[in-house]
């Protein structure tokens, strides 16, 4: 299959990023980071996380993240709800999109949210249902679609099995998630092909970690199975608190200077991305880890 003509960019910095930081961060300073990634042209910002304040204390500011937006035209701002709490939170709130997330390990289900992959679908389900009476969309993710930190190997069959339930709840899009970043470009084609059996190609995203560094090589081998959404993070901040030694995602401006590299249009600034890379880890203290955004700013 051809390269897409054009990628969306999930940003998911301000969730999947920050909510790993040992200290949180200020809501000042995620609603500036927000700003300026719709500034940069980035079209869909997942913006806080309705969970349990006791679980992930870094997105405890829910509220006050989803309610302050400085909202732009044309952008959606999305959140994690897990559960109906977190839902009818973040509709109080108005979260333009919300995202349930499951896995595709059981392990990693229980250290994750507390219940087995079954029971996380009778959670998600009246979510779907109330959502879907608030005319509001819903994302899916499956974790650990590429190894878990627990079980090690997962079948592409058990990913595509979880995919399909998601798509099959009335999830419009699906995220496939390498937690861990433990994936190889073979691997991720075989676990997209399986996957793309039960799911329109055109209904999934990936989620990539670059913890071994592989994330780029990966995405290129998925584009170029034809996925035309790809989750990001600015600066390539980030990891999941549930999974040791997650790092970042990979980083939003090395995939923009990728698809640029492969004329794939993506509608966003790289100069204005990474300039916000700059700002976010000096804000925050963190090295920042695009390649791209420090090769820009050491010039
Ligand atoms: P639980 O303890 O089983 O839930 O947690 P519960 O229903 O028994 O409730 C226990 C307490 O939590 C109660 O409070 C509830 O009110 C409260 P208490 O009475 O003890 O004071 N509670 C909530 N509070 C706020 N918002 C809520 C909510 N629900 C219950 N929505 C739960 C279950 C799912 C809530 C918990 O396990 C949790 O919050 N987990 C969050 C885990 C998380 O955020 N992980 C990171 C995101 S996933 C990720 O990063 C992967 C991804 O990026 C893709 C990839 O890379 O693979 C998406
Ligand atoms: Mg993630």
């Given at each position: 299959?051809?390269?897409?003509?054009?990628?969306?960019?999930?940003?998911?910095?301000?969730?999947d990023?920050?909510?790993?930081?040992?200290?949180?961060?200020?809501?000042?300073?995620?609603?500036?980071?927000?700003?300026?990634?719709?500034a940069?042209?980035?079209?869909?910002?997942?913006?806080?996380?309705?969970?349990?304040?006791?679980?992930?204390?870094q997105?405890?500011?829910?509220?006050?993240?989803?309610?302050?937006?400085?909202?732009?035209?044309?952008?959606?701002?999305?959140?994690?709800?897990?559960?109906?709490k977190?839902?009818?939170?973040?509709?109080?709130?108005?979260?333009?999109?919300?995202?349930?997330?499951?896995?595709?390990?059981?392990?990693?289900?229980?250290?994750?949210?507390?219940?087995?992959?079954?029971?996380?679908m009778?959670?998600?389900?009246?979510?779907?249902?109330r959502?879907?009476?608030?005319?509001?969309?819903?994302?899916?993710?499956?974790?650990?679609?590429?190894?878990?930190?627990?079980?090690?190997?997962?079948?592409?069959?058990?990913?595509?099995?979880?995919?399909?339930?998601?798509?099959?709840?009335?999830?419009?899009?699906?995220?496939?998630?390498?937690?861990?970043?433990?994936?190889?470009?073979?691997?991720?084609?075989?676990?997209?092909?399986?996957?793309?059996?039960d799911?329109?190609?055109?209904?999934?995203?990936?989620?990539f970690h670059?913890?071994?560094?592989?994330?780029?090589?990966?995405?290129y081998?998925?584009?170029?199975?034809?996925?035309?959404?790809?989750?990001?993070?600015?600066?390539?901040?980030?990891?999941?608190?549930?999974?040791?030694?997650?790092?970042?995602?990979?980083?939003?401006e090395?995939?923009?200077?990728?698809?640029?590299?492969?004329?794939?249009?993506?509608?966003?600034?790289?100069?204005?991305?990474?300039?916000?890379?700059d700002?976010?880890?000096?804000?925050?203290?963190?090295?920042?880890r695009?390649?791209?955004?420090?090769?820009?700013?050491?010039?």
């Amino acid at each position: 299959m051809a390269f897409p003509k054009s990628v969306r960019l999930v940003e998911v910095g301000a969730r999947d990023g920050l909510q790993n930081e040992p200290e949180p961060v200020s809501t000042a300073t995620k609603l500036e980071l927000i700003d300026r990634l719709g500034a940069a042209g980035l079209r869909h910002i997942e913006a806080a996380s309705f969970v349990s304040p006791k679980w992930v204390p870094q997105m405890a500011d829910h509220r006050e993240v989803m309610a302050g937006l400085k909202r732009r035209n044309g952008v959606v701002y999305s959140a994690l709800t897990p559960n109906l709490k977190g839902l009818e939170a973040a509709l109080e709130c108005g979260a333009d999109e919300v995202a349930v997330f499951g896995a595709a390990s059981e392990s990693f289900s229980q250290k994750n949210i507390n219940c087995s992959v079954a029971e996380s679908m009778e959670r998600f389900a009246p979510v779907l249902e109330r959502a879907k009476e608030a005319k509001v969309r819903v994302r899916g993710y499956v974790s650990c679609v590429l190894g878990c930190p627990y079980e090690g190997e997962i079948a592409p069959a058990k990913v595509a099995e979880v995919a399909g339930a998601l798509f099959e709840m009335g999830c419009y899009e699906v995220s496939l998630g390498d937690t861990i970043g433990t994936g190889t470009p073979l691997k991720a084609k075989r676990m997209l092909d399986a996957v793309a059996r039960d799911v329109p190609i055109e209904r999934l995203g990936a989620h990539f970690h670059d913890t071994y560094g592989q994330a780029l090589a990966n995405l290129y081998a998925v584009l170029e199975e034809g996925i035309g959404v790809i989750d990001s993070s600015v600066a390539g901040l980030g990891g999941c608190p549930y999974a040791k030694g997650a790092s970042g995602n990979v980083a939003s401006e090395d995939v923009i200077y990728l698809l640029n590299g492969l004329g794939i249009e993506s509608g966003i600034d790289l100069d204005a991305l990474a300039a916000t890379g700059d700002w976010i880890t000096r804000t925050i203290g963190r090295p920042n880890r695009s390649k791209v955004g420090v090769a820009l700013f050491a010039k």
